[in-house]
């Protein structure tokens, strides 16, 4: 009997030591995994297309890669490899993004639902906000039937993207009928479209 409870203790003793060691290694990967997503601004600073970019076009849930390309981007402006930060650009399913940046608090839920299912969400996060203010960038809300329609588009191009990937060429669209004087534009799609189930195109 003593035996087993000793065997219990150790096993409990070693489960609690896993516990932590799973604890530290998550709180790692999310301060890590945040500042993995600056390597695409790194890869973007070294193209300059992209560089001369108007607006960099983004889809957003959480704003981590967002706010990785900020940082990688701002971090080549620091230093002095390019001149300036391209305007970033949020997509949003609905307007929650364009809201803060009109005011509203960030911390709030935002009503609103949308089948562009890998950025949907009622909340948005204070990173997100940070790196739109910083590179005087702007939040676009999307419809959903656009998104479809550009999905469509896209694919029979032979580019097929998830919903919240198309959404971006939708954003697009959406700037170019308010300001005209965009020329140039990066769009970051983030998945396949084969991962949503089948629709006609």
Known sequence: MAEGFCCDGRAAQSKADRFRLHSLRRDLYHRLGVDGYKTLGYELAESEACI????????TARGDLLWGIYRGLQEQVDEERIGSLPRLVAVDPFARLSRVLAGDDYRENFAGSSPLVSINGPTVTYQS??????SNGLAVAVDAGQAIADQARLALEGLYLELSSTASLSALGVLKSHDQSIRRAVLVGTSSGYKEETRRI
């Open 52 to 59: 001369a970019a108007d607006v960099i076009v983004v889809p």
């Open 129 to 134: 906000v940070a790196a739109l203010e910083s």
